[in-house]
């Protein structure tokens, strides 16, 4: 029987085909063993130097843990993801060794998890702990400020790149010098469709706001780097590269990252290799960034 328009939801998807498109657990052969490396990798991090549980936010009490490095290094701090409602810092210490090994200190944040709090909340949140990482950036590292996180969390990314809110908290509109957004959701229209409008409640007015391809700003120096894995769904694949392109339309400065043979989950994991695709990445951005900023009138 034809599919009659009414019964498709957004983009000439259904409900049940737009649900699995965002169901990122099911997109691989097992989600446990998936996040075993995750925590895996996170509990051997763990053992080596850390500040831990600094709190960042006064009004919800969240932290972050800090693996400092050499006085003058860049600071790359890590938002996860986990779909707004699971996952912590504790279980993401896997991202530190790639971009330590390669100079880098290393901050990675909790927040509040849905739905004990909005989506408004969480982005309140990491933009405070960009702003306390910044203020305190002769203690935690004065080489430049970047910003990672993966599904979730490269949402989240992209809310700290877009423009408009950096004078509330405090912050020079160039206080990030690298953001990197992986299989990021940046937009999050489709998912008032899906299962995970459970746990977000959105409506027209949330998603307007906190959908981060709507806040591109007019001017920006960060430096985007985007990836998203080959073996991933078709709506994860084309928000990386919708937003990617926006961001280069507008004029900044992006690189999209290809990453073939990984996955939604895996994709992370990546940081952990000092000699794989992503941390070194990381460091030629910043360097390049660093070298740019030199040159600046």
Do not use: C
């Not at 927040?111 to 203020?135: G, N």
């Not at 950036?137 to 950096?166: D, E, F």
Request: proline share 5%; net charge negative.
């Amino acid at each position: 029987m034809a599919q009659t328009a009414s019964e498709l939801v957004y983009r000439g998807f259904d409900r049940a085909t737009l649900d699995r498109e965002y169901n990122a657990r099911e997109s691989v052969a097992s989600f446990d063993a998936e996040y075993a490396k995750y925590v895996s990798v996170s509990a051997e991090v763990q053992k080596h130097e850390r500040i831990a549980d600094i709190v960042y936010d006064e009004t919800s009490g969240e932290t972050l843990d800090l693996y400092p490095a050499e006085p003058g290094a860049p600071l790359f701090l890590w938002v996860h993801g986990g779909y707004w409602r699971a996952s912590s810092k504790d279980d993401n210490a896997f991202v530190v060794p790639g971009p330590k090994a390669h100079g880098f200190a290393v901050a990675v944040m909790n927040y509040t998890l849905a739905p004990q709090v909005s989506l408004d909340e969480i982005i309140r949140q990491t933009r405070t702990a960009v702003a306390f990482l910044h203020a305190r950036r002769a203690q935690y590292g004065t080489g430049g400020l970047a910003v990672g996180g993966s599904s979730a969390g490269g949402h989240l990314v992209g809310m700290l790149l877009a423009g408009g809110w950096q004078a509330d908290f405090g912050l020079p509109g160039d206080a990030i010098t690298v953001g990197m957004a992986l299989s990021g959701l940046h937009d999050i229209e489709p998912l008032r469709s899906t299962h995970v409008d459970a746990w977000l409640g959105l409506d027209d007015a949330a998603i307007a706001r906190n959908s981060p391809i709507r806040h591109i700003p007019q001017s920006s120096r960060t430096r985007l780097l985007t990836s998203v894995g080959g073996l991933e769904t078709s709506e994860f694949r084309r928000q990386t590269a919708d937003y990617a392109a926006a961001w280069m339309a507008a004029g900044h400065d992006g690189e999209v990252i290809a990453m073939p043979q990984h996955n939604h989950f895996d994709i992370a994991l990546d940081l952990a290799r000092p000699d794989g695709v992503l941390a070194p990445a990381l460091a030629t951005a910043m360097g390049k960034s660093a070298r740019h900023s030199k040159n600046r009138p």
